[in-house]
């Protein structure tokens, strides 16, 4: 039984799978797969919204972090992801979405992309671009932070998970690590003590540290 996980391993979606399979002990294979390669008809093939990860097993595929997060809770013998409880397990299910739909554009694809991946990747840093980011990130981290804290009591353990990690940890964890790679990202986690509390716990995990990579280099559009 094959397996496999396509996608550029910086990404925090791909790491997000990962991690939940790490959680569960399940062996896989990590496929390399670069936003050049999504645009081949190959590519399209794989993932036809031109995204990752891709999950593939027993010669079936599947796309969409969070139906993926859900088929290796389900289909994997394992430490359990979720709790079983209907009211925290959708609380974590809610931490997932958000993570997704309001962090990753402000967080990611801002901050952590205008002070850290162009950096690294040998540009210059737009500050206008960088304030505009950290402006956008701080209403969605507030209420991520609140998430957080509410989801921490009711797990009652150091995890959103509980003693161990859920799958709201393991898509959370690789945002915020993205937003700690860039200066104000770590200024907007310092104003949050409960979400950095948290964070300081989950980068510790080994299944977070089995997929640390270094920031890649795609290169820059044109003009940054």
């Known amino acids: 039984m094959t397996i496999k996980v396509h996608g550029w391993a910086f990404s925090p979606y791909v790491r997000a799978i990962r991690i939940a399979l790490n959680e ?4 896989h294979a990590h496929v390399p797969l670069t936003p050049p390669d999504l645009a081949t008809p190959e590519g399209r093939a794989l993932s036809p919204f031109g995204r990752v ?29 979720k709790s079983g409880d209907p009211w925290r397990d959708a609380l974590s299910t809610a931490v997932v979405a958000a993570a997704g739909h309001y962090l990753y554009p402000t967080a990611v694809m801002g901050v952590f992309f205008q002070q850290a991946y162009v950096l690294a990747n040998g540009g210059r840093v737009n500050s206008a ?30 995890f959103l998970g509980g003693e161990g990690f859920g799958l709201a940890d393991a898509s959370l964890a690789p945002m915020v690590q993205n937003l700690s790679l860039a200066e104000e990202g770590r200024r ?26 270094a920031i890649p280099n795609f290169g820059l559009p044109p003009g940054a």
Do not use: C, M
Request: negative net charge; without cysteine.
């Open 24 to 27: 569960k002990g399940v062996a």
């Open 53 to 81: 990860p891709v999950l593939e097993h027993d010669g079936r595929r599947l796309f969409e972090t969070a139906a993926i997060l859900d088929y290796v809770e389900e289909a994997f013998e394992g430490p359990a992801l």
């Open 129 to 158: 671009a960088v304030d505009a980011a950290v402006e956008a990130t701080r209403s969605p981290l507030a209420a991520i932070e609140a998430s957080v804290d509410q989801l921490l009591a009711v797990s009652r353990g150091p």
């Open 188 to 213: 907007l986690l310092a104003n949050r003590p409960v979400l950095s509390a948290w964070f300081a716990r989950a980068v510790e995990r080994p299944s977070l540290k089995a997929t640390e990579v």
